[in-house]
Every structure is written in structure tokens, then in C-alpha cells.
């Protein structure tokens, strides 16, 4: 065997998301469960190069399985782009006689993995943290689950209000130029429509929808919308519509933050469970540079480099769907 994982380092890097402490509990108790030690690295990356770091024993992982957030914080560190960062953050890990690394994050957190995973030949697995649900070769991202319920419950709210005062809305998820929140909130919502980046090459999604005459039978019209600098979001479209058709009354909830908060949905505590378990044992198995995914229900392993580059296409099927179910 090339090298025997004594100690692995665990941290939470880039946004948060609901289930990530679950993640956290499920890759401590492994390890240890295993005969691995564990050291907790506090802020994302940041924490690798200011020494913020803590062992963790089982019961540091007790009563965090429902909540949101991370226990570990985490934060965007500019730092580790350079390669002298990344030597303070090696410096740390050979003080702390970490020999992997467990990271849990979205495509910059893998990214930022794999340069330091090639630069000192340290063996990293990364688990998809992050609601946006925008990493391929994984069906679903810890957060991901949480946040579309989230969505959905104010949007069900909204609706309310929608009909009352017979008014268009503009709705603004999160999404980070991905449109897997907002279409797959709208069919559960059963909104009007969603406009989302991946079909905005294809057509131009506002136009298309008057054209459908998307008002015609309805006193309320509800339009989710990905935050997205294309589009210019909810804002943007709602500036467009206010011109181009005075006579809708049009108004624009932005959701923000609130969609990332909150105690995880069992699907999201299942499925962080699982891949916790799956990160250490792809690390016993001497696997490295991977994320761990789920694909139709089973554990798979992905490359970053797959994970981070390939664009995950949004299912044509639930497009029409939307389509279908909103005249
Ligand atoms: P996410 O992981 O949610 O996509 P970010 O894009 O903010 O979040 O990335 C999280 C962290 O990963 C950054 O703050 C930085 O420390 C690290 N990172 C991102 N890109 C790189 C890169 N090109 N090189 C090194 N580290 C990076």
C-alpha cells in the first residue's frame, strides 16, 4: 500500500447548505469508526492556513444532525488561490499530521481541492455541499433537497397574495446561473412559469410567454426566476415586462438568504449520511481527487475535474411538464 490515512482533515468551504452537519457527523463517526483520527478545520481553507484546527471525537458530532449551517463555519478564502497559501495550508496539515482531506463544498471548493491534491500529492475526497444542485455526475447536492422546500413554501405564500390582488410575480431563486431550483420549485408550486439560464440561448423566455398568453385565464401569475446576470433576474425581467405591458401588475420578491437556512429534510440527512460513510471509505479503498455523487439511488465516485467542468443539462422532460400543466 502507497501510504495508510492515520489522520483526515475535514472542512466546509464556499456556501452553506442545510445538511452539511450532517455530512460532518457522518464522516467523524466513520473515521473513528475505522480506527481514523479526525481533525475538525474551522472556516473552509481559511482555517488550513491560520491553524484553526481541533480533533474531533464522536460526541463533538452529537445533536447537529438537524440542524442547518455548519458546526465547522465556513468562509471564501482568497488566500489559497496562490501558491504560497497553499504552502501555509500543506505547513499545517504536516504539523497537524493530516494525511487526507474530507472537503465539503461546491465547484470552487473542488477546484481549490484539486490544485492542492496535485501540488503536494495529498489523497482529497470532496462531498457536494451546496443547494444550487449544480455539480455533474451527482443527481442531487447536500442542501439541495431542503432548499427547494424551502422555495416552495413561500412561494405557496405568495401565491396567496398573487391572487388576492390578481398580480404577476417575478420570484428570484438562488442558483448561481443554474435553473434546477427555479424550474424544478415551479412545477412543485405549480407556477406559470419558470425562467431559467440554461434556456436562454435556446429563445427569449419572457416573449415566449406573453406569446402563450400566460395570463389569459388566470387572476394570478406566478414566474420563477434563477438569479442569473443574463437574464438580469427577477428584476431585470420585471423592469422589461413593466415597459413593454404597463397594464400588468407586476411585483418582484427576491427569496435570498432564507433559502439556505433551515433543518435539513430526511432526504437531505439521508443522502449527507451516506456520502459521509462513502468519502472514508473511498479513501480506504485509496481513492482520491473524487467527489462522491448519487446516480439513480447508488453511490458513485466522480472526478473533480468531471464534477467542476461538465455542465449538468436540465431534464427537457420537466420543462415540458411546467409547460404542459400551466395553461
Ligand atoms: P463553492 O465551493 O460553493 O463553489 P467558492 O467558489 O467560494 O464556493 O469556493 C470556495 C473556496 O474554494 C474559495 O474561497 C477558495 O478558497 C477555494 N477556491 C476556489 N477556486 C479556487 C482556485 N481556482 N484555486 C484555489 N482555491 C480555490
Not at 501558491?83 to 482531506?101: F, S
Not at 432526504?267 to 451516506?274: C, E, F, M, P, Q
Request: glycine share 10%; hydrophobic share 40%.
Amino acid at each position: 500500500m502507497e501510504y495508510k490515512i492515520r489522520c483526515v482533515g475535514l472542512l466546509t468551504s464556499g456556501g452553506d447548505a442545510p445538511g452539511m452537519n450532517a455530512a460532518i457527523r457522518a464522516v467523524t463517526r466513520t473515521a473513528i469508526f475505522n480506527g481514523i483520527r479526525v481533525k475538525a478545520i474551522y472556516r473552509g481553507y481559511k482555517g488550513l492556513i491560520t491553524g484553526e484546527v481541533k480533533e474531533f471525537r464522536t460526541q463533538d458530532v452529537s445533536n447537529i444532525i438537524q440542524h442547518g449551517g455548519t458546526i465547522l463555519k465556513t468562509a471564501r478564502c482568497m488566500e489559497f488561490k496562490t501558491p504560497e497559501g497553499r504552502k501555509i495550508a500543506y505547513d499545517t496539515m504536516v504539523r497537524e499530521e493530516i494525511d487526507a482531506l474530507v472537503v465539503i463544498g461546491g465547484d470552487g471548493t473542488f477546484t481549490g481541492a484539486r490544485i492542492f491534491a496535485q501540488e503536494y500529492n495529498i489523497p482529497i475526497v470532496g462531498l457536494p455541499g451546496t443547494i444550487d444542485n449544480d455539480l455533474w455526475g451527482t443527481d442531487s447536492t447536500i442542501g439541495y433537497d431542503t432548499a427547494l422546500n424551502t422555495i416552495v413554501e413561500a412561494v405557496d405564500k405568495i401565491r396567496d397574495t398573487a391572487t388576492s390582488h390578481e398580480r404577476l410575480f417575478f420570484v428570484e431563486v438562488m442558483g448561481r446561473d443554474a435553473g434546477f431550483l427555479a424550474l424544478n420549485s415551479a412545477i412543485a408550486a405549480g407556477a406559470e412559469a419558470a425562467i431559467i439560464p440554461e434556456r436562454e440561448t435556446h429563445e427569449d423566455q419572457l416573449e415566449a410567454l406573453i406569446k402563450n398568453g400566460f395570463r389569459k385565464s388566470k387572476n394570478s401569475s406566478i414566474v420563477l426566476v434563477a438569479e442569473s446576470e443574463t437574464t438580469g433576474g427577477a428584476q431585470g425581467l420585471a423592469n422589461r415586462m413593466r415597459e413593454e405591458h404597463p397594464e400588468y401588475d407586476v411585483r418582484v420578491t427576491i427569496l435570498g438568504h432564507i433559502q439556505r437556512g433551515g433543518s435539513p429534510t430526511a432526504y437531505d440527512r439521508i443522502l449527507a449520511s451516506r456520502m459521509g460513510v462513502a468519502a472514508i471509505d473511498a479513501l480506504l479503498d485509496e481513492q482520491r481527487n473524487i467527489m462522491i455523487g448519487i446516480q439513480n439511488d447508488e453511490i458513485v465516485h466522480v472526478p473533480f475535474t468531471k464534477a467542476i467542468k461538465d455542465d449538468k443539462q436540465i431534464n427537457p422532460e420537466k420543462v415540458s411538464v411546467l409547460q404542459i400543466l400551466s395553461i
